[in-house]
């Protein structure tokens, strides 16, 4: 996996502002900001930035925009060209050497927003004649304004989860050499050390610091191939960005993880289902016994299961078990897109809803990880799709989430299976959703049962059975 080579993105920290802004000009439009080969960052005067919605290009004005969260992170799209709005010409225009300085070739600039904000718009850029895919990130848009970068994002969840000012790396480093002694034969809590300390993990870093929620990482393997898995990649020249966990914990090691988080924090939320591993229903005879033992000893903390929910009667066992919520990923909710980026490999579409239909039987949470690309997921055929499923399975909460794919490559993918109509925009929405399911909770997080809202009664709509239930 780590001999792969693939065009990752430059993480620009250097900024230099090469020109005045074009406030003179139109105090609303962001200026464009490129990357030059060496990394650095400038402003391009006279042109202002853009977005696209799918094909659809935008200029990005500041109302639009917000501020660049707190710990989002600037990268250059390798080898593709700058798509930038002319404003003397009043037009869009591609290009690929500075204006000003004809011998510098630039490159777009993209913005990795923070979580708990969802992409507007992604970024402008051309890649006419290239078939390699970007590497596992989202490509926010993004601009200058007045005195610093702005973000075409849209705030969903103002929680300090994964806020990395809340994360000391003393804090972080004293929680795992507390857990050494503590735990010195548990595997898995070695395993969230490596996702701590050497991939950043954010849910990683929490379970050392005692806050929110920890992660419960059990699968060596997947019943899914999806296109913009982040722990397992075998095509299109990309890589994975860490390692999927090589061992299945015992029930007795995941319940020291779980009962450790939920005895030192209030509102505790562990869940199974992270970016280290495959899907943790796959593992579900070691999940299940481990929830068990939690249950036996305590029955405080929300156990969460993220996962693609593929094997409705181990949903239902595990239900019945004391799990207290459940998280459904998608990228669609309409089979044939959903089928295109997950590739099922053992389960069928008609599973995914019939474990959703199962836990709100049991009167479960059910959120949905709905991964967002502008263009696509705020189109009129999705919004509808989308608004239609919310109601027959009376789902809880959407977790907005950006797509980590090539977006280009995606949009095109997708309109070439199924026509998804015009996009409505992503503030329209949310906006739109909100008014017709007032109860519908739209974040980014995981919430602890304490804060789930009076469910709703936990029936679905009667519909027809398009496959026997297996």
């Known amino acids: 996996m780590n001999d792969l080579v693939y065009p990752r993105p430059i993480i620009l920290i250097n900024f230099h502002g090469r020109s005045k802004p074009i406030s003179y000009i139109n105090k609303h439009i962001l200026t464009a900001v490129v990357a030059a080969e060496n990394g650095d960052i400038f402003e391009l005067e006279g042109y202002g930035a853009a977005g696209m919605s799918g094909e659809k290009i935008i200029v990005l004005k500041k109302q639009d925009t917000v501020d660049m969260p707190y710990g989002s992170e600037l990268m250059m799209l390798p080898h593709r060209k700058p798509i930038v709005y002319n404003i003397g010409k009043d037009q869009f225009e591609i290009i690929e050497n500075n204006p000003y300085e004809p011998d510098e070739k630039i490159y777009p600039v993209a913005v990795f927003n923070s979580p708990g904000f969802v992409n507007r718009h992604f970024c402008a850029y051309d890649d006419e004649g290239i078939d390699d895919l970007l590497p596992l990130f989202s490509y926010g848009a993004v601009g200058f304004g007045k005195n610093d970068f702005r973000s075409a994002a849209l705030m969903v969840d103002s929680e300090p989860r994964q ?62 191939n999806c296109l913009g898995c982040i722990s397992l990649q075998t095509e299109n020249n990309l890589c994975a960005c860490q390692e999927r966990i090589a061992f299945t914990p015992t029930p007795e090691e995941i319940a020291q993880v779980a009962l450790e988080h939920i005895a030192h924090v209030k509102n505790a939320v562990v869940s199974f289902g992270q970016g280290c591993e495959g899907d943790p229903l796959t593992a579900f005879k070691a999940i299940e016994p481990a929830i068990a033992l939690i249950r036996k000893e305590t029955d405080k ?119 998804s109509g015009k996009a409505l925009g992503m503030p329209t929405m949310i906006k739109e959703l909100s008014s017709r399911f007032p109860k519908l909770i739209h974040g980014y997080f995981n919430p602890p049962k304490e804060h789930h809202i009076k469910k709703r009664p936990g029936h679905v709509k009667k519909r027809k059975q398009k496959y026997p239930c297996h």
């Not at 950043?200 to 990482?217: D, I, M, T, V």
């Not at 502008?374 to 797509?403: C, V």
Request: glycine letters at 4%; hydrophobic letters at 35%.
């Open 301 to 419: 903390g929300t156990i969460n299961l993220n996962t693609n929910a593929g094997l409705p009667l181990h949903v239902e066992t595990l239900c019945k078990s004391g799990l207290d919520a459940m998280r459904v990923s998608m990228s669609s909710v309409r089979e044939k897109l959903y089928n295109a980026y997950f590739r099922p490999k053992s389960y069928q579409f008609f599973d995914v809803l019939k474990s959703i239909e199962i836990a709100k039987g049991l009167n479960k949470f059910v959120a949905i990880n709905y991964l967002n690309c502008p263009g696509f997921t705020d189109s009129q055929k999705e919004f509808h799709a989308l608004a239609d499923f919310i109601e027959t399975y009376n789902i809880d909460m959407i977790q907005w989430r950006n797509l980590n794919f090539d977006p280009k490559k995606y949009c095109c993918m997708m309109s070439k299976i199924q026509e």
């Open 163 to 224: 806020d990395l000012r809340q994360m000391p790396h003393k804090g972080v480093v004293s929680g795992v050499n507390r857990m050494q002694k503590k735990y010195p034969k548990n595997r898995l809590m070695r395993h969230l050390e490596t996702c701590a300390l050497q991939y950043g993990c954010h849910a990683g870093k929490n379970f050392f610091l005692q806050r929110y929620e920890a992660p419960l990482p059990t699968s060596r393997v997947c019943n899914a």
